[in-house]
Every structure is written in C-alpha cells, then in structure tokens.
C-alpha cells in the first residue's frame, strides 16, 4: 500500500452547516499529523477541473461558526461517468494526492463508492447533510443546526396560526425521509406531521383530521416532508376541498432550512467525525464513512451508509401522535 502524504479535502451536494467545521477539523487534523492538505473547490467538479488550492492551518481560521462550505460545491454530472473519473484521477495524481475526504450525503458518498472502487483510490466520507438520512450514524452534519431553524420557523407561524385560527401545512425538506419533519413537529408542538416512514396509514391526512382537530381545534401545525407528488399543496388543497370550513394556508421553508451559523452540537459532530476521518486513513480504514452512534465513532462502509432505508423509530410517531391530542 502506498504511504500517504497528501489528503484532499471537497464538499459536494447539497451545502450542510457544519460543513465548514468539518474542513477545518479535517485540515488541521491533518496537518497536525504530519499530512499535507489539498482543498478542492466544487466538489468532483472541481477535481475534474484541478481547482485546488494546498491548505495551512490558517486557511480554515474562523471558519468554524460560518455556515455553507468555503470550498463550494456542486453536483457534478460529468463525475457520473467513466471518462469523469478518469479525469479526476489524473488530477489527483498530478497534484500527488493520495487520499480524498468526501464531505456530502448519499450521492456524493456513492460517488466517493464508485470512484475507490473503479480507480484504486482511498476515499474516506463525511456524512453532511441536512435530511439525516445515510444508514449506520445517528445524525448528520447539518442536521441539528437544520431542526433547529425549523422548529425557530414553526414558532413564528403558529403565532399566525392562532390569531387567524388557521390550519398551516409547514413543508420541510428531507427528500425520502421524515427526519426532519417528524423531530421538528415534536419540537414545535405541532399538531400531525405527515411522513414517507409512516405507512400504517394509506391516508395520513384523513386520520389527522379525524383524530379531533375538527371538533377541538380551529388552528393547528401540520409539517409535511416534502414530495415530489404530495406536498404541503397536495395536502391543503385536499382541506380546502373536502373540510371547506377551514381556513388553510401553506408555507414552503425551502433553503431557508439550509443556511445560518451551525449549532453548537453540529459544530461538535463536525469536529468529531473531521478528526476521525484522519485517524481512520492512517489505520488504514479505505472506502467508509465516518459517523457516530450511541455517541461513539463509527466506521460504515460506503455500500451500507448509501442504503434508502435509514429506520425511524416508530415510538417517534406514537409520541407525536399522543401529545398533539
């Protein structure tokens, strides 16, 4: 096995707040160790494109409470492809890269999957994301800091909500996983959330309405993960017409969800996982991904970390389900 004496370092996908403190975890790690650090800029299609800069510890002062990510990123379609990588390759060769730290969610870590596995390449992944929703680690780098905005949100509609006795369809993002929605509607006291995990009801929104919200409440919180085919505007027009004494509104947080300072636990998880990355290259750990259960680091390899079925704990829903009453 070639000895390494360089470590790159990207973000790519969606941006995660903590991003920032996983790149400065990862470069002085790093560079305390006795490694020297290449930044890569727009993630695999900055790889393909050599825009990479060496790293000194100063590069990553005061960057630790910043939310998006220095480096940028960006999906690359390019990278997708076999001429892609070999592509990348050549980059890192030419700039005497020998491992790469990956900081994304699922496409971004399959990517760093397919890119060890075709080319030989040491690749170690950071699990930032705001959906939660890579298997084998507890949380992800974002996500904290993203519940947290969302629940802040939901407090400032539900004021609204009250005053106009309202019903509000909150839509989060999440993509196939409820994380989010399902966690800020504990947290904000809200009244249903409506989840791709919760199959025990073909109709979500019929039980919610059901339950008592039309004999007990004239307003009320109902967070809705986002979809492709029901989304908050699914759900409110299906009020409007099938419970028209109600009075409905909808509110879509978008990227709204994405930005701000990261949260002290993200910061931390950050910091954790960022320095374990390193550990794990000089261990000889090749192709996982760094994350944390029960509080304690965790080595998952790429193929279980990619898997679409991330559990949510059902106790989740009947918690939910039993305090909004």
């Known amino acids: 096995m070639a000895k390494i004496r360089t470590i790159g370092v990207l973000t790519s996908g969606g941006d995660a707040p903590g991003m920032n403190a996983a790149i400065r975890a990862v470069t002085r790690t790093a560079i305390y160790k006795g490694f020297k650090v290449k930044a890569i800029y727009r993630g695999w299609e900055g790889l393909i494109n050599d825009e990479i800069e060496e790293f000194t510890t100063e590069n990553v002062s005061n960057i630790i409470m910043s939310g998006g990510t220095i480096l940028r990123t960006a999906r690359s379609k390019v990278f997708t492809t076999m001429e892609g990588m070999q592509k990348a390759y050549d980059v890192m060769q030419k700039e005497e890269i020998d491992a790469l730290v990956v900081i994304g969610g699922n496409g971004s870590l399959r990517g760093a999957m397919e890119f060890a596995e075709n080319f030989g390449v040491c690749c170690v992944g950071l699990p930032g994301t705001i959906d939660n929703d890579l298997y084998g680690t507890d949380s992800t780098i974002g996500y904290d800091t993203t519940l947290n905005t969302i629940v802040e949100c939901v407090d400032r509609i539900r004021d609204t909500a009250n005053s106009h006795e309202r019903i509000f369809f909150v839509e989060v993002m999440g993509r196939d996983a409820g994380f989010l929605a399902q966690n800020s509607a504990i947290a904000s006291g809200a009244e249903a959330a409506i989840i791709p995990e919760d199959s025990t009801d073909a109709d979500q929104l019929g039980e919610f309405m059901t339950r008592g919200i039309r004999k007990s409440k004239k307003s009320c919180i109902v967070i809705v993960s986002e979809s492709k085919e029901r989304g908050a505007y699914y759900y409110a027009d299906r009020v409007r017409n099938e419970f028209p004494e109600f009075d409905v509104r909808v509110t ?43 509080n304690e ?6 193929s279980e970390a990619i898997r679409s079925d991330k559990p949510m704990n059902p106790r989740l829903i009947t918690i939910l389900d039993t305090l909004s009453i």
């Open 252 to 294: 879509i947080l978008g990227h709204l969800q994405r930005g701000g300072r990261p949260s002290a636990g993200d910061r931390i998880f950050a910091s954790r996982t960022g320095y374990a990355a390193i550990e794990a290259i000089m261990q000889g750990q090749r192709n996982i991904m760094v994350g944390m259960r029960n």
């Open 297 to 302: 680091i965790v080595y998952v390899p790429f």
